[in-house]
């Protein structure tokens, strides 16, 4: 039973920084993706950064420079550090993990499987 929990949400300044874990168990796969997502309320769920098993990240455009995901496999443990925080980030983020997969890792959310319950971040 593959289980993700994210940590790390919580309220800042705008300009200021967070980072947020989450937290693996369960899983297997030995070629996957994982990502981060958020969704604020009446907005459709954006994928922020991907990176896969051999530790290759890619990022939406409009993350790139702000936003940085790394994963600990010791730890078992996906990171997303964010700075200069804005207000517009504002929205639940939630971590995702794919079954098996092979190939470039997409930012699209239905090719997830795995979701955790999602972290509050609230920039004012």
């Known amino acids: 039973h593959v289980q993700l929990v994210e940590s790390g949400g919580g309220s800042v300044q705008a300009g200021g920084s967070l980072r947020l874990s989450c937290a693996v168990s369960?899983?297997?796969?030995?070629?996957?993706?994982m990502g981060w997502f958020r969704q604020a309320p009446g907005k459709e769920r954006e994928g922020l950064a991907t990176?896969?098993?051999?530790?290759?990240?890619a990022y939406a455009d409009s993350m790139k420079g702000r936003f940085t995901i790394s994963k600990d496999n010791a730890k078992n443990t996906l990171y997303l550090q964010m700075n200069s925080l804005k207000p517009e980030d504002t929205a639940t983020y939630y971590c995702?993990?794919?079954?098996?997969?092979?190939?470039?890792?997409?930012?699209?959310?239905?090719?997830?499987?795995?979701w955790g319950q999602g972290t509050q971040v609230t920039v004012s």
């Open positions: 995702a993990s794919t079954k098996l997969w092979i190939g470039v890792c997409r930012l699209g959310a239905s090719a997830y499987t795995y």
């Open positions: 369960g899983y297997t796969s030995s070629t996957y993706c």
């Open positions: 990176i896969d098993s051999d530790g290759d990240a």
